[in-house]
């Protein structure tokens, strides 16, 4: 294990997107500087960072640049190119690894990755072509295999007509089709490996969707105690299986009998873990900075209960008011209001119960 990234010490960012900006955030506060890559030149993270590049995630003489700057690096979004990432882990410590990004990147993968370690998920097929499309049997929802979130790139089909249809609507690039999963409710555990193979996770909070993006997370969850401690070892299983370093979190449906799926990995902080911003004293953002610079895992515990609500579109523009009413108020100082973009949360927190 290399030695820990001292005060002062620089942790880069691929990315530059809110995420980036709440890891930007937590490192200054632990006396770390942060370098933000980014291909955009309006990055929320640029703002906050202590330096940044603005530069194409194929421009090598930039990467190589930005990797020399670092004393190691982490990424904020899972649509990093995989070859950038295994450029830079050439140069420096990448963390989480090369392996965790390409692996969550194609969700065939992903899923078979999950089912070795003899964890539960939807049953799945893989579709290359409009003939396996017409093999999908019963209500499932065919994702492209790359590139979707928050409800894109994926349809619901009923049956292997209507799967072959949304195939083809799909652009008949390689997908996957999940048997729909008749679930009580959904909630997701976000949890934390460090370089020397600790680990550590948050109360899995209880998620609701509006539109396919996450609208709240609550904690408590109602999730059973022993639910909550499977939740744990999926954590742990998935984290040790990827040898991860840092922060990450895994999406499950509640089966009605309580039995847990595992629907997704995410590998970096996540929207359902925004809550511990403030119900926590060592948040998820804070938490992926010690990972990344090897230092000692914070403790997860939370002090409060805590009710975190997206701010999509239009609702960011009740700024004033949503800073009045006894929320914590986090924006994310994008620059355009557009109907499904995240533009900041409000976390309420409560004495916990």
């Not at 990315?15 to 900006?21: E, I, V």
């Not at 492209?144 to 690039?173: C, H, I, P, S």
């Not at 998935?238 to 370093?245: F, Q, R, T, V």
């Not at 840092?246 to 039995?259: I, M, N, R, S």
């Amino acid at each position: 294990m290399s030695s820990p990234v001292p005060p002062g010490g620089t942790i880069g960012i691929l990315g530059g997107g809110q995420l980036a900006r709440m890891l930007s955030l937590s490192a200054a506060r632990l006396g770390l500087k942060t370098h933000v890559y980014c291909d955009k030149a309006e990055a929320p993270g640029f703002e906050v960072a202590t330096a940044h590049t603005l530069a194409a995630y194929t421009d090598t003489e930039a990467l190589a640049r930005f990797a020399g700057a670092c004393d190691a690096v982490t990424y904020e979004f899972e649509n990093v190119p995989a070859e950038t990432a295994a450029f830079v882990a050439s140069r420096v410590a990448l963390r989480p690894n090369e392996r965790a990004l390409a692996l969550t990147q194609d969700r065939l993968l992903e899923k078979n990755f999950i089912a070795s370690l003899g964890l539960k998920t939807p049953q799945f097929l893989a579709v290359a072509t409009a003939e396996d499309a017409a093999q999908v049997q019963g209500p499932s929802v065919l994702k492209t295999r790359r590139f979707g979130y928050d409800g894109k790139g994926q349809a619901m089909v009923a049956t292997a007509a209507e799967a072959v249809t949304a195939f083809e609507k799909l652009g008949g690039v390689p997908c996957i089709a999940e048997r729909f999963v008749d679930f009580a409710y959904e909630a997701s555990i976000i949890a934390a490996r460090g370089s020397d193979g600790s680990f550590a996770a948050y109360d899995p909070p209880h998620n609701v969707h509006r539109n396919h993006i996450l609208h709240r997370s609550t904690v408590p969850s109602p999730l059973s105690a022993e639910a909550a401690e499977n939740a744990l070892h999926i954590a742990r299983s998935i984290g040790e299986g990827l040898d991860y370093i840092g922060v990450f979190a895994v999406e499950l449906f509640v089966g009605k009998d309580g039995t847990l799926i595992v629907n997704e990995i995410a590998p970096r902080v996540h929207n359902s873990g925004h809550w511990t911003m403030d119900a926590c004293l060592v948040s998820q953002f804070e938490q992926h900075i010690r990972a990344v610079a090897g230092w000692t895992l914070g403790n997860p515990a939370r002090h409060s209960d805590a009710v975190m609500q997206n701010l999509i579109g239009e609702e960011a523009a009740d700024w004033q008011a949503l800073s009045q009413n006894g929320g914590a108020l986090h924006l994310y100082g994008k620059r355009d209001i557009r109907p499904g973009r995240k533009m900041g949360h409000v976390n309420w927190i409560t004495p916990k119960g």
